[in-house]
């Protein structure tokens, strides 16, 4: 069945880096959209980049533009989200879906399948 993990939170200092992981199952993450959310306290989710099958087409908001960038391994089944100079705001659940869609869907819309979230904290 369709299954993704994520892995690599953890506690960063404001402009510091980090690398989350999405290890997919149960389909091959090379043909399909991936993308990633985050959701942080008292605030809603918001899709912070997607990436599209094959082509391997990117998407971001502004508020990670230049910062966050998606990538994948297609040998490992893996999509990762490398976030650089980071944010006290950054704080956040950080999770990675999929629709099984060709192309990236928009943030906006449901996504059927879900990781379970890695925790990302940005502090001094």
């Known amino acids: 069945q369709v299954q993704l993990v994520e892995s690599g939170g953890g506690l960063v200092q404001p402009g510091g880096s980090l690398r989350l992981s999405c290890r997919a199952s149960?389909?091959?993450?090379?043909?399909?959209?991936i993308g990633w959310f985050r959701q942080a306290p008292g605030k809603e989710r918001e899709g912070v980049s997607c990436?599209?099958?094959?082509?391997?087409?990117?998407d971001y908001p502004d508020s990670v533009k230049g910062r966050f960038t998606i990538s994948r391994d297609n040998a490992q089944n893996t999509v990762f989200l490398e976030m650089n100079s980071l944010k006290p705001e950054d704080t956040a659940v950080y999770y990675c879906?999929?629709?099984?869609?060709?192309?990236?869907?928009?943030?906006?819309?449901?996504?059927?399948?879900w990781g379970q979230g890695t925790q990302v904290t940005v502090s001094s």
């Open positions: 990436i599209s099958g094959s082509d391997g087409k990117t």
């Open positions: 149960g389909f091959s993450a090379e043909y399909v959209a």
């Open positions: 879906a999929t629709d099984l869609d060709y192309v990236c869907p928009g943030f906006g819309r449901a996504w059927g399948y």
